[in-house]
């Protein structure tokens, strides 16, 4: 099988097409013969910072499952699956024609759900679902009405994880306002679904927010605290939430530790690969759920554009996974 190796010595990063020969799967395990790869920005932060390494890239994807090890129903075999977390502390992503990874972490994919769509899923969907169950009072598993009467900003609404966050939450039955940076990308938040798009570069953005959202928002998902911290506080209603999703290193948060008293506000970081057990079963199993009730979508229609790379250029899409003039999602489409 063709699958790509990642092999960085001494601070320089090679990468080849190599043939490989099928992995059998042990017990507890499938294999998977995938069909489409998912990129994320965290892929190309990876390429930079593991040393004496070697690797199959990439933590997201889908595809069928054509053998089980001992200990898994063998009805699995011929299962159409949405794969997460395959490269996290394991050499074996899935930039490769087949991937033997824990049976959980190949989650059935619904009938009704592309490749594109399962591939899509994992890092983003997991991470918006995980940012959406931290406000006070849960509920600890989204699912329609988990979240009505609720207000939810989500910052970034045109990025991978705020598009999910936009579908998960108007699923949920929050009311959502997001943030963008242009009209292109407000063309976007809204086609996931937002009910109020705002400009966060334009003056007045928090009024425009309050004007939405008058008694404030209960939760925000938030792309960047470091620049955004000063508008997440200006709209928190008493008691909300901001979840931090996302940094560059040595950046700081410095807050005002009466406020923060005062109103009950929660500073939560969210690192999809640290969160407990529970969290994450039920963030696949509501993920599972939302793409069952094809409320969990992508494509441009979706606002989330895919852009489709071969096998050979892994390193391109993982580029464009970190270019903020690439708007969309990166896929690699397998032989
Ligand atoms: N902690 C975790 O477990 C976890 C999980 C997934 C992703 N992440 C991280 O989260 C980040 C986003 O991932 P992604 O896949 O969603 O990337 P993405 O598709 O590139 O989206 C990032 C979005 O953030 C927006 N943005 C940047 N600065 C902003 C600001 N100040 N206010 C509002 N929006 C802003 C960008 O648009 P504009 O620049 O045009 O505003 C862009 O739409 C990455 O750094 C990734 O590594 C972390």
């Not at 080849?16 to 190309?44: C, H, I, Q």
């Not at 931290?134 to 009405?145: H, S, T, V, Y």
């Not at 407000?186 to 400009?199: I, R």
């Not at 003056?203 to 955004?228: C, S």
Request: net charge negative; proline share 6%.
């Amino acid at each position: 099988m063709q699958a790509i190796v990642f092999t960085r010595r001494g601070g320089v990063t090679t990468v080849r097409r190599a043939e490989r020969s099928v992995p059998v799967p042990g017990p507890g395990e499938v294999r998977v013969r995938l069909r489409v790869s998912g990129v994320n920005p965290l892929d190309a932060k990876w390429r930079g910072r593991a040393d004496d390494l070697e690797y199959v890239p990439h933590h997201d994807g889908a595809g069928v499952v054509d053998a089980v090890g001992p200990g898994v129903d063998a009805a699995r075999t011929g299962e159409r699956v949405w794969v997460w977390g395959a490269g996290w502390q394991r050499s074996e992503g899935t930039a490769q024609e087949f991937v033997v990874l824990p049976a959980e972490l190949a989650v059935p994919l619904p009938d009704n759900a592309s490749f594109e769509l399962g591939a899509s899923l994992g890092i983003p969907a997991l991470t918006a679902h995980r940012c959406l169950t931290l406000g006070e009072g849960g509920p600890q598993r989204l699912g329609p009405g988990a979240l009505a009467g609720r207000t939810v900003l989500v910052a970034g609404g045109a990025g991978a994880v705020g598009n999910a966050a936009i579908q998960l939450a108007r699923w949920a039955g929050a009311a959502v306002v997001t943030t963008v940076s242009s009209p292109e990308k407000a063309v976007l938040a809204k086609a996931a679904g937002a009910d109020h798009v705002v400009d966060y570069r334009a003056e007045g953005a928090a009024e425009e927010i309050r004007r939405f959202a008058p008694a404030g928002v209960d939760l925000v998902a938030e792309v960047n605290v470091a620049q955004n911290s000063a508008l997440d506080r200006a709209v928190l209603a008493p008691g909300g939430t901001v979840a931090c999703y996302a940094t560059v290193d040595g950046e700081k948060l410095v807050l005002d530790i009466r406020e923060m008293m005062m109103s009950n506000f929660r500073w939560q970081g969210v690192f999809l690969y640290a969160i407990s057990a529970p969290a994450a079963e039920n963030g696949v199993a509501a993920v599972s759920a939302a793409v069952a009730d094809g409320a969990l979508r992508c494509g441009a229609e979706a606002g989330l554009p895919l852009h489709r790379y071969p096998l050979d250029e892994v390193v391109a899409a993982q580029d464009a996974a970190l270019d903020p003039a690439v708007i969309g999602k990166p896929l690699i489409t397998l032989p």
